[in-house]
């Protein structure tokens, strides 16, 4: 049974870090794109970051330089380490993983999901 398990979620204030992280079990993909995606309350959920079965990634304007993602293959764990935190960061965190090539940012992309962590950052 496959599943992803976000955690690392929580409050922080402005400037902040946090390092979120996703468990992957089950999964026996050769190639494969996994992301962090986040939802805020009453906008549509958006990509932050991607990173491919050969480390490439990629990122939303919105967070690159601040957001790193990586990932951990003996331990099966995706991470997505934020560092300047802002107040329009906060949402729910949910990784996504999907099998084959050339990952993109869309959740349109991705067909399996975590249940997701709150991320909240006050100014």
């Known amino acids: 049974q496959r599943q992803l398990v976000e955690s690392g979620g929580g409050s922080v204030q402005a400037g902040g870090s946090l390092r979120l992280s996703c468990s992957a079990s089950?999964?026996?993909?050769?190639?494969?794109?996994m992301g962090w995606f986040r939802q805020a309350p009453g906008k549509e959920r958006e990509g932050v970051a991607s990173?491919?079965?050969?480390?490439?990634?990629s990122y939303a304007n919105s967070v690159k330089g601040r957001f790193t993602i990586s990932k951990d293959n003996d331990k099966n764990t995706l991470y997505l380490q934020m560092n300047s935190l802002k107040a329009e960061d906060t949402a729910m965190y949910y990784c996504?993983?999907?099998?084959?090539?050339?990952?993109?940012?869309?959740?349109?992309?991705?067909?399996?999901w975590g249940q997701g962590t709150q991320v909240t950052v006050s100014s």
């Open positions: 990173i491919d079965f050969n480390g490439s990634t």
């Open positions: 089950g999964y026996t993909y050769t190639t494969y794109c």
């Open positions: 996504a993983v999907r099998e084959g090539r050339w990952c993109l940012l869309s959740p349109d992309d991705y067909n399996e």
